[in-house]
């Protein structure tokens, strides 16, 4: 797939976004702490060539580390609603992944026009499980301090099948490349700010994709302390899958984003046939 980048103003600076195919609804995609819009490559590949995509590294990490702050999660959030507006011109679905589940999440919560659904890939959930205690992000907050510790979370933690030395490397580089305010947002403030009351006015389609072996965001947390948020979203647990979901099953994440733009599509169908609106996003 051919991509444009497309400067995109924010506050203090631009984003450099990816932008590809032309078929929609858009799917905007959003990488987790310590990632990057090279994480999603895998999936993007994997997709119908005409399919339209947006990519881009997040306030603070990778060709975005020079942005100032504040890089918290309401601040990413304004950032990826000036990527829609700027990047999509029609209805688009929300691709988060963790930490970038959490920002979609947030940006969904606003109703933006266009919004046609959303996809949380291994999510955060709106509100942390108790296990997530001070202490423990205090720990969190040290996973990227060196290219040793970043591959020791990844074969110990983040990841239940082996990446390539190609893809391990690529994490490695893009788990480093943040500044240290950046960094420790998230573990130490982003991934405990509680949004629940905000996300219970999400009103699109929802889909989970979780992985059987997380230990980041396991099924039962995310029944717990996501799906009750969000009564009208679906769960679907990969098999054998770690927490980079995207990286180590494209696959897999790119056969649900089809089958939910299918359904999306179904849903506004229906919809235009009974004299119903869907969020003023009209994908037909």
């Known amino acids: 797939m051919t991509e444009t980048t497309i400067p995109v103003t924010v506050a203090g600076g631009a984003l450099e976004v990816r932008a590809g195919g032309t078929s929609g609804p858009a ?17 993007i590949g994997r997709l119908r060539p ?4 947006v990519r881009f590294d997040q306030r603070g990490w990778g060709s975005s580390r020079d942005l100032p702050g504040p890089y918290d ?29 959490k920002v979609s999440q947030l940006l969904a919560a606003r109703r933006p026009a266009g919004l046609a659904g959303l996809v949380l890939v291994a999510p955060a959930p709106p509100r942390p499980p108790a296990a997530v205690t001070e202490e423990y992000r205090r720990g ?85 302390c996501l799906l009750p948020h969000l009564p009208h979203a679906t769960l679907t647990t990969l098999p054998g899958v770690g927490h980079l979901v995207p990286l180590e099953a494209p696959e897999a994440v790119a056969a649900a984003l089809h089958d939910f733009l299918a359904h999306i599509k179904e849903r506004a169908d229906a919809a235009a046939d009974g004299g119903e609106t869907t969020n003023g996003a009209d994908i037909r």
């Not at 799917?27 to 999936?43: D, I, N, P």
């Not at 005409?50 to 995509?53: C, D, H, N, V």
């Not at 893009?174 to 240290?180: K, V």
Request: net charge negative; proline share 4%.
């Open 50 to 53: 005409e399919q339209a995509t």
């Open 73 to 101: 999660l309401d601040q990413l959030a304004d950032d990826l609603a000036r990527v829609v507006e700027t990047c999509v011109s029609g209805p688009y679905v929300l691709v988060g992944h963790s930490m970038g589940g």
């Open 140 to 224: 969190l907050s040290h996973a990227y301090d060196s290219p040793e510790t970043v591959r020791h979370a990844v074969e110990h933690v983040l990841a239940a099948t082996p990446l390539s030395e190609t893809e391990l490397g690529a994490v490695v580089h893009d788990s480093l490349a943040a500044g240290d305010a950046a960094r420790h947002e998230w573990p130490l403030r982003g991934i405990a700010q509680d949004i629940t009351t905000a996300v219970r006015g999400i009103d699109v389609p929802v889909t989970v994709l979780a992985g059987e072996k997380d230990v980041v965001e396991p099924s039962r947390v995310l029944r717990e």
């Open 27 to 43: 799917l905007v995609f959003a990488h987790y702490w310590g990632g990057s819009a090279g994480t999603w490559s895998g999936v």
